[in-house]
């Protein structure tokens, strides 16, 4: 069983930046790709960009790519999401996940890789006003 706490969200003006924090416990060696998705009121959950736990290899949605950045302290096991230039669209809960699978680059483009993932943390709100 795995666990994971996020913190960090907020409140924001559009261009202005944010960093989330996901703490994990439990037994966290077992996880092999760690990941962020985000969901915005009446819109489906979406990928926002993966990591492979322990690794450098990383992922991200189109929609983010070359303003959010995920990083992990190994020692503190905690997974960020440094997010900068951020946008009203970006408003939506932010999850932290924790998958059992080995992070494929397949699941970028997938629709179903919410799927992929195991252990789920409660989310943290980010809204920005223009």
């Known amino acids: 069983q795995v666990w994971l706490v996020e913190s960090g969200g907020g409140s924001v003006q559009a261009g202005g930046s944010l960093r989330l924090s996901c703490a994990a416990s439990g037994n966290t060696y077992a996880n092999e790709c760690m990941g962020w998705f985000r969901q915005a009121p009446g819109k489906e959950r979406e990928l926002v960009g993966y990591?492979?736990?322990?690794?450098?290899?990383?992922t991200y949605a189109d929609s983010v790519k070359g303003r959010f950045t995920t990083s992990q302290d190994m020692s503190k096991n905690t997974l960020y999401l440094q997010m900068n230039d951020l946008k009203p669209e970006d408003t939506a809960m932010y999850y932290c996940?924790?998958?059992?699978?080995?992070?494929?680059?397949?699941?970028?483009?997938?629709?179903?890789?919410?799927?992929?993932?195991?252990?789920w943390g409660q989310g943290t709100q980010v809204t920005v006003s223009s």
């Open positions: 996940a924790a998958s059992l699978f080995r992070c494929s680059s397949q699941w970028a483009v997938d629709a179903g890789v919410s799927g992929k993932f195991h252990y």
């Open positions: 990591l492979e736990n322990g690794g450098d290899s990383t």
